[in-house]
C-alpha cells in the first residue's frame, strides 16, 4: 500500500512528491491528468522564457474548462462564460505562466492566521519563500541561495525601451524606484522577479524538483495521462482514489494511507464533491452519496481582476529580442479605496502584448487589483469527470473591487498619456484580454494574414493610426470618454474585466468553528480522515502577489509539516 497518494501533478503535488519521497521510508504515488514534462521533453515554446505562447497551446491546457467572470455589483445579466486557461500537464500552472516569481505582502499571511489558519504567519512563510529559491540577485534575510527555483531580473541593457520610458515616467510622478520586490514590502516601481534558468529557460515545478535523481528514487511513481474520477473512502476514511486514462478505458483502484488533493483551486473541490465530501444538498440532487457534508467546498473561489491601457510602439520603442521575457517591470501603488490595505494595486509593465505581429507593436499597463474581496464559487454540473464544473468567479461583486479597478485604470491611462511619454509611443487606448483577443491569437492561415494584415496598417497608417485603432481594435470606445464619463468607464470596466489565472480559495483552511473552512492549518479536510488538500484552493484570502511562488511556499511547508506528522504517531 501507498503511503502518500497525491492526486495533481501541478505546482504543490510535484514539491510535495519531491519532499515525501527524501524519506527512503516513505512511498509516493504522484498521478496527474496531462503528459509528462521533463527538462528533456519541453517544447519550445514551454521551455521559451517568453511565455506568449505555452498557454495557448490546447495540449496544455484543460481545453473545455469555461468560467465566468465578472459579475458587477452582483449585476450578473448578459454574461456568458469564457475560455479559462489552467495548465494540464505535469507541473502544473508553472509550466505555462508567465513565470512571475513575487511573495505578496507580509501582511497576506498574517491574515490567513487571522482569518483561523492556525500556524500561519509570515514569520512561519518566510522560511519557506527562502527554501524554494535561489535569487541571484539579492542576498540577505529575505532571500534563499540554494533552492530548486531561480529567481533573477531582467538586465538594464535587455530591457524594453518602451518599459524603460514607463518606468521613469512613473518615478517622474512620485512612485518610488525600488530594487528588490521581494524584500521589504512597500509601494514603488521594479524591476520584475521572474522565474528563469541560468541558460534563460522556463523551469515548471516538475523540472525544478522533480530532477532526475528524485525521479530515480525507487519509493516515487509518477503516472500521467490519468484523470483523478473520485476518492475511495471506508467509512469516513480516505483509503484511495479510482483514476480513469485519459485516453479512456477502464479505470484502476490505487490505495493509499493518506490522499492528497492537489489538483488546482477548480479541480480540487470538483474531485472532492464527486467524491461526497462537499455542500450536501448539491451532492444530494446529483446522486452522489454524501460522506462528508461540507458546505464550503467550493465556496470563496477568488482571483485578481484586471484591465489594461495600451499604446502602439513605434520601431525604437519595441523590444529587439523576441526571445525575451515581456513583463520587465512592475508598479506596486495603493488605491486608499475603502479598507483595502497598501499596495493593493498591481501593474505590470508589457514589453509586447502578444506573441505574434500585432502584439509586438502594441505595450500595455496590465492593471489589477491585488487584493479582491470579491467571491466566486465552484459548483459540480455531473458526476461524470470528464464534465466540467460550474465556475463563477463574480470579480467585481464587491464595490471596492470595481472602483479600485477603475482608480487603477486611470492611473495606466494617466501614465501612458503623460507628456514625457511623447515620441516613445503612439495612440493610447483602452484593452482587455477579451475571448476576440484570444480568439485571433490562436494558429491558422486566416488568423495568421489578419494579423499580418493589420500590423502592416499600424505602422503604415500615419495620421489615420488612431482611427483605426479605435475601429479595429477598441470598436468605437475611446479612452477620451473612459476618463470623462464615470458611467462609461464603470460599464467597460464591468464588461471587460478579466482575471490572471489567479484561481484560489475553494477548500480554504479555517478554525474547526468555521462552518465554511473546508480544512485545518495543516490542510486536514474536516469531517474525514486520511485526506488532506494542498494547493492553491487552501488559501482563506488571496495574497497581494501571482499565485504560483505562494503556493510553491504552502507546498513546501505542509510538507514538513507532513513529515513531522510521521515522526509523532
Known sequence: MTDYLILGGGSAGCVLAARLTEDPAVNVVLVEAGPNLTLDTMAPHVRSRYPGQAYLDPGNIWPNLTAY?????????????????????????SAVNAMVANRGAPGDYDEWGALGAEGWSFANALPYFRKLERDVDFDGPYHGKDGPIPVRRIKPDRMSPFVKAVSE?????????????????????YVGAVAVSDKGERVPASVGYLTPEVRARKNLEIITGHL???VLFDGQRAVGAVIVPDSGGEGRRLTAREVIVSS????????????????????????????ADLRGIG???????????????????????????HDHAIL??????????????????????GWHSVGQRIGTLFIW?????????????????????HVDFRMLSDWRDLERLKYGFKVGARTLTDPRMDGKRGPVFPTSYSARVAAIAGPGLWNTLQRGAFAGML?????????????????????DNLLSDDKALTEFIGKSVGGVWHASGTCRMGAADDPKAVTDSHGRVRGVEGLRVCDASLMPSIPRANTNVPTLMMAERIADLIKEERRAA
Do not use: C
Not at 467524491?275 to 460522506?291: E, K, R
Not at 489615420?464 to 481594435?473: E, F, K, T, W, Y
Open 228 to 230: 483523478a474520477e473520485r
Open 332 to 353: 506596486r501603488f495603493s488605491s486608499n479605496i475603502g479598507d483595502a490595505p497598501e499596495g493593493d494595486m498591481h501593474a505590470a509593465m508589457i514589453a509586447r502584448s
Open 169 to 189: 515616467t512613473l518615478v517622474a510622478n512620485g512612485h518610488p524606484a525600488k530594487a528588490d520586490q521581494n524584500g521589504e514590502w512597500a509601494d514603488g516601481v
Open 299 to 325: 465556496q470563496n473561489l477568488m482571483e485578481h481582476p484586471s484591465t489594461a491601457v495600451s499604446t502602439y510602439l513605434p520601431p525604437q520603442s519595441r523590444l529587439s529580442d523576441l526571445r525575451e521575457h
Open 369 to 389: 487589483v491585488n487584493k479582491a474581496y470579491s467571491r466566486g464559487e465552484v459548483r459540480l454540473k455531473a458526476k461524470d469527470v470528464r464534465e466540467e464544473p
Open 69 to 93: 467572470l465578472g459579475a458587477p455589483l452582483g449585476n450578473t445579466d448578459g454574461r456568458a462564460p469564457r475560455r479559462y486557461e489552467q495548465g494540464r500537464l505535469l507541473g502544473g500552472g
Open 459 to 479: 505602422d503604415y497608417s500615419g495620421p489615420l493610426r488612431s482611427a483605426l485603432i479605435h475601429n479595429v481594435v477598441t470598436l468605437g470606445i475611446s479612452l
Open 264 to 291: 488546482g483551486a477548480i479541480h480540487s473541490p470538483a474531485l472532492l464533491m464527486r467524491s461526497g465530501v462537499g455542500p450536501g444538498d448539491q451532492l444530494a440532487a446529483l446522486g452522489i452519496p454524501i460522506v
